[in-house]
C-alpha cells in the first residue's frame, strides 16, 4: 500500500493537485494538515480502494462535490447528490440581498421556489430566525435533499413538492419570493460542461427566461401588498428580466444586482 503522500502524489497525475488531497483527506476522514503531519503513514487497503475510486470519478469528471457528497454554501456543509444542483459562491449574492432587505426584528414569510439542495431557503432561515421560510421543488429527490439538509443544519422550513406556484393554497400569500430557477439558454456553451448535474435544474430547454417569466405573472396572487421578488439570473439576463418585470406595470423598485465577479446576478422588484 502506498503512504499517504505517495497516494495524493500519484492521483496528481491524473488529477488537480489540490483535488487530489481533498478526496484524500475526505477518504480519511481528516483535514490537508494531516496530509502533512502524516504523509509517511501507509494507507489501510480498504482506504486506498476507496481513494482510487474517488480519483477515477475525478477523472472522468465527476464534480468533486458529488464525490464527496458535499458542499459549502455561506460557511455551512450542505448534502449534495446529482439529484441537485451544486450550489455556487454566485447565490450568496440573493442571499445577502434577501437579508438587507429584511429588518432584524420583523417577522417576515419567505418563499423559495425551486430549493433544490435548500441552500438558499435553509441560509435565510438561519441567518434571520425571525424569517418564516417555505420552499418548493417539483423534484422529490430535490426535496428530500433540501429536507436533510434542514434537519442536518437545524432550519424549520416547510416544504411544498410541485411546479413553481402549483403546490401553494390559493389563500397563501407571502413577503419575499426568491428564486434561483433554471435559467441557463440551452445553447450556452457552458452546459456541456455541467452534464453531471440535473438538466431540468440548468436550463428550460429554451431561452433561459420561461419559468423567470411565468413566475413573475404568476407571482402577485401569491404576494402580500409592497412583496419582493427576486431572481437569480445569469450574468447577460439583467436587462431581460427588469424588462418583463415592466412588461406587467405591477412591479416598482426594479433593480439588478452585481455578484462577486461584477456581473448582473440578481434583480429584484416590488409589487406597488
Ligand atoms: N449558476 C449556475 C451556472 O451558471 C446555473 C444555475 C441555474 O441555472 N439556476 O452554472
Redesign the pocket.
Known amino acids: 500500500m502506498p503512504t499517504v503522500s505517495e497516494a495524493w502524489q500519484n492521483a496528481s497525475k491524473l488529477i488537480d493537485r489540490f483535488e487530489a488531497k481533498l478526496l484524500l483527506a475526505s477518504c480519511l476522514g481528516v483535514n490537508r494538515t494531516y496530509l502533512i503531519t502524516h504523509d509517511k503513514d501507509v494507507l489501510a487497503e480498504s482506504v486506498f480502494n476507496h481513494y482510487k475510486d474517488c480519483v477515477q470519478k475525478r477523472a472522468k469528471g465527476v464534480p468533486v462535490p458529488y464525490i464527496l457528497g458535499k458542499q459549502e454554501f455561506y460557511g455551512r456543509p450542505f448534502k449534495v447528490t446529482p439529484a441537485v444542483?451544486i450550489p455556487?459562491p454566485?447565490?450568496e449574492t440573493i442571499v445577502e440581498f434577501v437579508l438587507a432587505q429584511c429588518p432584524i426584528d420583523s417577522e417576515l414569510s419567505v418563499l423559495d421556489m425551486g430549493t433544490g439542495s435548500g441552500c438558499i431557503a435553509i441560509t435565510l432561515a438561519l441567518e434571520n430566525s425571525n424569517l418564516n421560510v417555505n420552499a418548493t421543488d417539483v423534484s422529490p429527490a430535490a426535496l428530500e435533499i433540501a429536507r436533510a439538509n434542514a434537519k442536518n443544519l437545524g432550519a424549520d422550513i416547510h416544504f411544498y413538492c410541485g411546479s413553481w406556484f402549483e403546490p401553494i393554497p390559493a389563500s397563501q400569500r407571502y413577503d419575499i419570493i426568491v428564486s434561483?430557477?433554471?435559467?441557463?439558454h440551452r445553447e450556452d456553451e457552458?452546459l456541456k460542461n455541467?452534464g453531471y448535474e440535473p438538466i431540468s435544474?440548468?436550463?428550460d430547454g429554451f431561452d433561459g427566461l420561461t419559468h423567470i417569466d411565468h413566475i413573475i405573472k404568476n407571482a402577485p396572487s401569491f404576494l402580500n401588498e409592497k412583496g419582493l421578488l427576486v431572481f437569480?439570473h445569469?450574468w447577460d439576463q439583467g436587462e431581460s428580466v427588469r424588462t418583463l418585470f415592466k412588461k406587467h406595470s405591477l412591479w416598482k423598485d426594479i433593480q439588478t444586482i452585481q455578484d462577486l465577479g461584477g456581473n448582473d446576478r440578481v434583480t429584484a422588484a416590488r409589487l406597488f
Request: charged share 20%; net charge negative; aromatic share 6%.
Open positions: 444542483l455556487r454566485d447565490t434561483n430557477p433554471p435559467y441557463i457552458h455541467l435544474a440548468l436550463t437569480e445569469g
